[in-house]
T-cell receptor
Framework: NAGVTQTPKFRVLKTGQSMTLLCAQD?????MYWYRQDPGMGLRLIHY???????AKGEVPDGYNVSRLKKQNFLLGLESAAPSQTSVYFCASSYVQFSGTDPNTQYFGPGTRLTVL | AQSVTQLGSHVSVSEGALVLLRCNYSSSVPPYLFWYVQYPNQGLQLLLKYTSAATLVKGINGFEAEFKKSETSFHLTKPSAHMSDAAEYFC????????????FGAGTRLFVKA
């Protein structure tokens, strides 16, 4: 199993450019998430999805859009990149369990380092 | 509303010394608590988790954490630090089902001196 994979690993954009980050998981997880990580701020949730065809806003959704057309994929889009979106982006996924030994544990991808000039 | 506070953005220990990383949380319901570790240029991986089964939780690489409800704490410890423990550690709290209710702390970077 590859787990959670992210494409690309690095990207440099100019202000105003657009791009899409791809996340894929092969663990049949229902839930998927996009976070951004900035120094001293931990991880902040951008958007999440509880299943194929559904998405919802997290803590910092402005400037981003997402789509979950297939259960295993979760795409994060930046329509018009801004320098404030320079960050490391992590995708994660998790099972849905109402009880049991593994509630809410998230599995993370290796990250995408994005620089917006 | 839930929140997580990690005391100390940087902690430095000597190899072989005790590691203590502090985490306090607030939650309106019994929480699930996690410690994740992030090695340089990698994603986060689960170190250990508290799910109400036992207050002392043992994780990978010799780490353990104790849930203390009266102190709303979930501190991470390891008796003897190893150079390979140098990484950033994140405490997280989750309420209910669904990871979208998970809040991560700001992180503590652990340095291990030879």
């Amino acid at each position: 199993n590859a787990g959670v994979t992210q494409t690309p690993k690095f990207r440099v954009l100019k202000t105003g450019q657009s791009m899409t980050l791809l996340c894929a998981q092969d663990m049949n997880h229902e839930y998927m998430y996009w976070y951004r990580q900035d120094p001293g701020m931990g991880l902040r949730l951008i958007h999440y999805s509880v299943g194929e065809g559904t998405t919802a806003k997290g803590e910092v959704p402005d400037g981003y859009n997402v789509s979950r057309l297939k259960k295993q994929n979760f795409l994060l889009g930046l329509e018009s990149a801004a320098p404030s979106q320079t960050s490391v982006y992590f995708c994660a996924s998790s099972y849905v369990q109402f009880s049991g030994t593994d509630p809410n544990t998230q599995y993370f991808g290796p990250g995408t380092r994005l620089t917006v000039l | 509303a839930q929140s997580v506070t990690q005391l100390g953005s940087h902690v430095s220990v000597s190899e072989g010394a005790l590691v203590l990383l502090r985490c306090n949380y607030s939650s309106s319901v019994p929480p699930y608590l996690f410690w994740y570790v992030q090695y340089p240029n990698q994603g986060l991986q689960l170190l250990l988790k508290y799910t109400s089964a036992a207050t002392l939780v043992k994780g990978i690489n010799g780490f353990e954490a104790e849930f203390k409800k009266s102190e709303t704490s979930f501190h991470l410890t390891k008796p003897s630090a190893h150079m390979s423990d140098a990484a950033e550690y994140f405490c997280a709290v989750s309420e209910g089902t669904g990871g979208f209710k998970t809040i991560f702390g700001a992180g503590t970077r652990l340095f291990v001196k030879a």
